[in-house]
């Protein structure tokens, strides 16, 4: 079975600091990714996936993730956060892609951003 | 973008009483949706996998009994938890499988449903 693991739980940057939250996935197959966010009060949104190409995916926001095969990871990067960047996000795995789509999420990391 | 709708975004009951919840996608067809569970302070635990016209695949642990899953059309799909217990007491978000064209492959969140059994 897929699992994803977010090692940061809760991360706390001033505003301008540069952000990388980690995402670990287990499965040697083909791998679809995900980042998705979810602002106080909202629902989930996708940020930005990765299904094949260029490793390096930029998404929404000014945030950009990298896959990386050999290490099973897909960190979420974004070089200078702002306040409004508060919020929880999730990694989310697909190893089904072009079947029935069974995405596994990661426990979450909540950032907060101080002004 | 591709919207998912769910109704209601509260609901309160009592004890042994039932509840449904709609899921909908409003600007396009899913033939496939996702009913999850989000316990507070945790990630979102996939429930059951709901296709159109079919009865739904439900994840290991969850009670197809207790939890009710009808997709009766391309664009809804129902959850009802029958004899509702506190312990039913969680936040339910659906998703939708958007597939071809760029959304291929992505899922569209809706706002969740708050559910509290008293």
């Known amino acids: 079975a897929q699992s994803v693991s977010q090692h940061n739980h809760h991360v706390i940057l001033s505003e301008a600091a540069s952000l990388e939250l980690g995402c670990n996935y287990s499965?040697?197959?083909?791998?679809?990714l995900f980042w998705y966010v979810q602002y106080p009060g909202q629902h989930l949104q996708l940020l930005l996936k990765?299904?094949?190409?260029?490793?390096l995916v930029k998404g929404i926001k000014g945030f950009e993730a990298e896959f990386i095969k050999s290490k099973f990871s897909f960190n979420l990067r974004k070089p200078s956060v702002q306040w409004s960047d508060t919020a929880e996000y999730f990694c989310?795995?697909?190893?089904?892609?072009?079947?029935?789509?069974?995405?596994?999420f990661g426990t979450g990391t909540k950032l907060q951003v101080i002004p | 973008g591709a919207v998912v709708s769910q109704h209601p975004s509260r609901v309160i009951c009592k004890s042994g009483t039932s509840v449904k919840i709609e899921c909908r996608s409003l600007?396009?067809?899913?033939?496939?949706m996702f009913w999850y569970r989000q316990f507070p302070k945790q990630s979102l635990m996939l429930m059951a996998t709901?296709?159109?016209?079919?009865?739904?695949?439900?994840e290991q642990g969850v009670e197809k009994d207790k939890f009710l899953i009808n997709h009766a059309s391309l664009t809804l799909s129902t959850l009802t938890v029958t004899s509702a217990h506190p312990e039913d007491s969680s936040f339910y978000i659906c998703?939708?499988?958007?597939?071809?064209?760029?959304?291929?492959?992505?899922?569209?969140f809706g706002p969740g449903t708050r559910l509290t059994v008293l």
């Open positions: 990765y299904f094949s190409g260029d490793p």
């Open positions: 989310a795995v697909n190893s089904n892609p072009g079947g029935y789509q069974k995405v596994t």
């Open positions: 709901s296709n159109e016209g079919s009865k739904a695949t439900y």
């Open positions: 600007d396009f067809q899913a033939t496939t």
């Open positions: 499965y040697g197959g083909t791998v679809n």
């Open positions: 998703s939708a499988d958007a597939r071809g064209g760029e959304n291929y492959n992505e899922q569209f």
